[in-house]
């Protein structure tokens, strides 16, 4: 699949609709998960597929980029690199927060086109990158992870990976609503938020997402 058959398959399943905890943010959403899906899979003859996380703002991602937004001090001048980036909701509300630059990592490709189309849409730029960047250091001076410890090894991995750059002087910030795999007993909570989600992808219409360092 080309790179414009995939942005025309995106622009075609999805609609530009302003975030709900983060209306400075506008998107490409999806309005339901499961068709979404077997259309990607039917498009694309694949049987497996990860589920389409680039179509929809997960309560995490949204809390995380209400508290990017709001304290910029984080954010401000910085080189920011947002890690599972999914939508590209918090490296666009990083790239609003007035980072210098902001990359954004994704290892499904149809999501690094969705954050391309979602930064245009909110007339800022943001890099992204097609690849699995767990292990790296690239110097980040702040680095941005929302929704991702829903998978045991994953996790295990992510945390290792992001104390690493925080033990170096980056600064960490993880929105999470509570995954399984979520660390809190080495985790600082510093702030918390009732966020709006799709019913179709969660047990609650509202979630509580909470913004979490590293202890």
């Given at each position: 699949?080309?790179?414009?058959?995939?942005?025309?398959?995106?622009?075609?399943?999805?609609?530009?609709?302003?975030?709900?905890?983060?209306?400075?943010?506008?998107?490409?959403?999806?309005?339901?998960?499961?068709?979404?899906?077997?259309?990607?899979?039917?498009?694309?003859?694949?049987?497996?597929?990860?589920?389409p996380?680039?179509?929809?703002a997960?309560?995490?991602?949204?809390?995380?980029?209400?508290?990017?937004?709001?304290?910029?001090?984080?954010?401000?001048?910085?080189?920011?690199?947002?890690?599972?980036?999914?939508?590209?909701?918090?490296?666009?509300?990083?790239?609003?927060?007035?980072?210098?630059?902001?990359?954004?990592?994704?290892?499904?490709?149809?999501?690094?086109?969705?954050?391309?189309?979602?930064a245009?849409?909110?007339?800022?730029?943001?890099?992204?990158?097609?690849?699995?960047?767990?292990?790296?250091?690239e110097?980040?001076?702040?680095?941005?992870?929302?929704?991702?410890?829903?998978?045991?090894?994953?996790?295990?991995?992510?945390?290792?990976?992001?104390?690493?750059?925080?033990?170096?002087?980056?600064?960490v910030?993880?929105?999470?609503?509570?995954?399984?795999?979520?660390?809190?007993?080495?985790?600082?909570?510093?702030?918390?938020?009732?966020?709006?989600?799709?019913?179709?992808?969660?047990?609650?219409?509202?979630?509580?997402?909470?913004?979490?360092?590293?202890?």
């Amino acid at each position: 699949m080309t790179i414009a058959d995939r942005r025309a398959f995106i622009l075609a399943q999805t609609r530009l609709l302003p975030v709900p905890h983060v209306p400075e943010v506008r998107l490409h959403l999806a309005d339901e998960a499961t068709a979404l899906w077997e259309r990607t899979e039917e498009e694309l003859g694949e049987i497996g597929l990860p589920p389409p996380f680039w179509a929809f703002a997960w309560a995490g991602g949204q809390g995380l980029a209400r508290y990017v937004l709001d304290h910029r001090d984080a954010i401000a001048g910085r080189r920011v690199l947002d890690v599972a980036s999914g939508s590209g909701l918090v490296a666009i509300a990083a790239m609003l927060a007035g980072a210098r630059a902001v990359e954004a990592a994704d290892i499904d490709a149809f999501a690094t086109e969705a954050i391309l189309l979602n930064a245009e849409a909110n007339g800022v730029a943001v890099r992204p990158r097609l690849e699995d960047l767990i292990g790296r250091d690239e110097g980040w001076d702040t680095v941005l992870a929302g929704d991702i410890f829903y998978d045991r090894d994953i996790a295990a991995a992510m945390e290792d990976w992001l104390r690493g750059l925080q033990e170096r002087g980056a600064t960490v910030l993880i929105g999470d609503p509570g995954r399984s795999y979520l660390p809190t007993e080495r985790l600082e909570e510093v702030a918390a938020y009732s966020v709006p989600v799709t019913r179709a992808l969660e047990d609650a219409e509202i979630k509580r997402a909470k913004v979490w360092r590293l202890r």
